[in-house]
Structures are given as structure tokens and as C-alpha cells.
């Protein structure tokens, strides 16, 4: 197998949740050592988000970290501080999700860190970023969803605004502070220079948005929730066939003149109105009801086999028990058992190289795991990691002597 690009990265990683732990593992996923301290005891918030729990473990917390070896130190010590910055002075990378007064107590501010080792990328992950008024605010998903003015344009036809439900804030987040991290890498490698990257919720959230606010601010009316028919293409929406609905995207003229012969609709195909988006967008109401009428003669596979055939995008608005056993995403690798953990799943990264032709998929780390071995591994004396140990779960002391051999 090959190691990835990252090989022989060190990540030291003390961030909690979803955002940060999705960061750490697609830089695992390509190859870099990824160190997740942890909390005595709980661990990870999310080690505890569910049910369903598999053996114990959570599926969302498995869903975001794969690939990484567990520490527990408590940071409520001295001993334990100390032994996170002595870790942290070995690492290329240190990523947190802390409020900014706590990152001074504990001593790992970006000021102080970046003075004691100036190659170091630190990359600070946040609901709302580091500078600005509400720095200090705790972030999540929905609220960044909501203050983004994502959820703003999201739900039912004059209905109420509605998330998007799954962990899109914290995943795209993950993304961008990935991508961020490996360009900083590729300069630390080259000239020595370190980095602090700081990646928010809510600055994602408004990446997300920045085609609705750039039409926005060039004139467009304010949108509100429209069950996804207000697109910026005509047509580009789910409708209802005979049996389920489908989504049909028209991303040009020609493809436009294509669906409307496949489906029969000669008359919408030579109206001179409707021959550019503008038009079909001026007269979106018209073909709505004139494809709605059509599609509801015959069952969606009738559709997607005439549409497929005149190379128009379209899709069955799926399940998830279909995703799971759609032969694309079988085919694709896409889906990825927990080793040694029947019943638990993740998701492989959204890249493939083509160097690495297995992906690498070393399992959920249980809390704590390679405490020891860590901290041997950064030169700690044997007195001194026996007491860590212990000060992150008393259940994980010193080893028992092996017995004296018997000569009775």
C-alpha cells in the first residue's frame, strides 16, 4: 500500500466534535500520523452521540475518525499541560477547536505556540472565527446554517426555513481546513515556515452561499425556502413521476432542446421564449406544470432510461437504504467497514489517487489506546508516562510485572 502524501506528518489534534475530527482524518486518509488527545474517561463529545451504538461505539463518532491513534491526558494538571506541549513541540501540525480564553490558560494560544516552534502550522477551527465580535461565541452546525443564510433558502414552498439535515457546516469546515492544512505543507516542507490557518462554521457556510449572496448584492429579489425550484437554471428541480420522484437538471440550451424531445414536449422545444435560460426561467411556472403533467404518465425507470439515452441528467430522489446498494457507489469503494467493529461503517474521503490503490483504513482507536505508546515514543521517562497513564484512566497503569518464574 502506498503511505500517502502526507507520510511522516505529525498531527496533534485536540479538537472535539465533527469540524476538526473530519480535518484530522482526510489528513490521515492521506497518510499523516494523526494524535487525537482526548479527555479522561469521556473522551470526545462525540464518542457519546447516538443511539444507535454498535458495542458501545457511536457511528458518527466512528464516521470522523478513522486512521488516528487515541491519547488521553488530563488537562487539568500540570503534568498533563505539560506533556501536551512537550507533545506538541515534536508535531508539524497542531489543530484545536477551543475558545480563545481557554487556549490561554492552557498555555497553546497561537501567539505562544508559533514563538516556541516557528514551523509549526497551527490551525485554529472555530463556530465564528478569530477575529470579529462574536469570536468568543460557541458555534455549531445549525447556527452557522442558520446565521450563513443557508437555512434562509432551504424547505417547503412557503414553508418555514429548514438545516440541512446532516453535518454539512462541520464536514465542508473538515474540507477546507484540510485543504488549508496540506497547502501549508507543502511550504513547510519547502522552506521551513510554519502557519496559523484559521477556519470557521460560518466563514464555510458563506462559502457555500456565494452564489446566492453575489446575485443577491448584483439585484436578484431576497429568496426564501421554494423546495429547491428557484435555481438559477431552468429547469433544475425534483418532480413527481408515477411511482417516486426524480430530479431533472437542464444546464443548457442544447440539453434543453434534448429533454424536451425525449419527453414529447415538441412545442417547448421550438418556443423561441424559452430557447435561453433567461427565458425559462421568465416562464418557469409554464413548464413546471407542462413537465409535471408528463412526468406523471409513466414510472420513474421509464424516465431515467429516456433521459439517460438523450444524455440529460437525471436522478431517483434515493434513500439511503438505496444509496448503500447503489451499484456506483458499490463500484467506487465508497463505503468502508470498521475493521473489527462488525456492524460499524465510514465513509471513504471524497479524493482517490491513484498511487494508493487501497485506501488506508486502520480502524476507530478506543479511548486512550496509545497513551503509552505515544508518549514513549516522545522520549517521556517511564515514571513519568506510568503517572499520565494513570492520571487518564487509573484502569491503564503500569502493567503488572510478569510473575517469577516458579521453581517449586
Known amino acids: 500500500m502506498h503511505r500517502g502524501p502526507l507520510s511522516g506528518l505529525r498531527v496533534v489534534d485536540l479538537t472535539t466534535s465533527y469540524a476538526g475530527p473530519t480535518a484530522s482524518m482526510y489528513l490521515a486518509d492521506l497518510g499523516a500520523d494523526v494524535i487525537k488527545v482526548e479527555r479522561p474517561l469521556v473522551g470526545d463529545d462525540a464518542r457519546t452521540w447516538g443511539p444507535p451504538f454498535i458495542d458501545g461505539q457511536s457511528p458518527w463518532f466512528a464516521s470522523a475518525n478513522r486512521n488516528k491513534r487515541s491519547l488521553v491526558l488530563d488537562l487539568r494538571t500540570d503534568d498533563g499541560l505539560t506533556a501536551l506541549r512537550e507533545l506538541i513541540a515534536t508535531a508539524d501540525v497542531f489543530m484545536q477547536n477551543l475558545n480563545p480564553t481557554k487556549l490561554k490558560r492552557l498555555g497553546v494560544d497561537p501567539g505562544r505556540m508559533r514563538a516556541e516552534n516557528p514551523r509549526l502550522i497551527y490551525c485554529a477551527m472555530s463556530g465564528f ?14 447556527a452557522a446554517q442558520a446565521r450563513s443564510g443557508l437555512m434562509s433558502v432551504t424547505g417547503s414552498m412557503g414553508g418555514s426555513p429548514q438545516r440541512v439535515s446532516t453535518a454539512l457546516s462541520d464536514i465542508v469546515t473538515g474540507m ?17 515556515a510554519g502557519e496559523v490557518i484559521d477556519v470557521s462554521l460560518l466563514d464555510s457556510d458563506l462559502a457555500l452561499m456565494a452564489p446566492r449572496i453575489a446575485s443577491y448584492l448584483a439585484g436578484e429579489a431576497e429568496p426564501a425556502p421554494s423546495g ?9 428541480q425534483s418532480f413527481p413521476t408515477a411511482d417516486r420522484d426524480i430530479i431533472i437538471a437542464i444546464g443548457n440550451d442544447a440539453m434543453w432542446v434534448r429533454f424536451c424531445t425525449a419527453l414529447g414536449l415538441d412545442d417547448l422545444a421550438v418556443d423561441a421564449r424559452l430557447s435561453t435560460n433567461a427565458g425559462r426561467r421568465e416562464h418557469r411556472l409554464r413548464i413546471i406544470a407542462a413537465v409535471t403533467e408528463r412526468l406523471s404518465t409513466q414510472k420513474s425507470a421509464t424516465w431515467l432510461a429516456c433521459l439517460n439515452a438523450a444524455n440529460v441528467p437525471v436522478s431517483c430522489v434515493q434513500s439511503l437504504s438505496e444509496v448503500v446498494a447503489d451499484e456506483q457507489v458499490i463500484a467506487r469503494g465508497a463505503i468502508l467497514p470498521v475493521p473489527d467493529a462488525e456492524g460499524l461503517f465510514t465513509v471513504h474521503s471524497p479524493f482517490r489517487f491513484a498511487s494508493i490503490t487501497q485506501p488506508r483504513n486502520d480502524g476507530v482507536a478506543a479511548l486512550g489506546e496509545h497513551t503509552r505508546e505515544v508518549l514513549e515514543e516522545i522520549g517521556l521517562a517511564a515514571d513519568r508516562v506510568d503517572r499520565l497513564v494513570a492520571a487518564g484512566d487509573p484502569a491503564a497503569a503500569a502493567p503488572e510485572p510478569a510473575a517469577a518464574p516458579s521453581h517449586g
Open 129 to 142: 472565527g478569530l477575529s470579529g465580535p462574536s469570536n468568543m461565541l460557541p458555534g455549531y452546525d445549525l
Open 176 to 192: 477546507c481546513a484540510a485543504l488549508a492544512i496540506s497547502a501549508a505543507v507543502v511550504r513547510q516542507r519547502g522552506e521551513g
Open 228 to 236: 429547491g425550484t428557484d435555481s438559477v437554471l431552468a429547469v433544475y
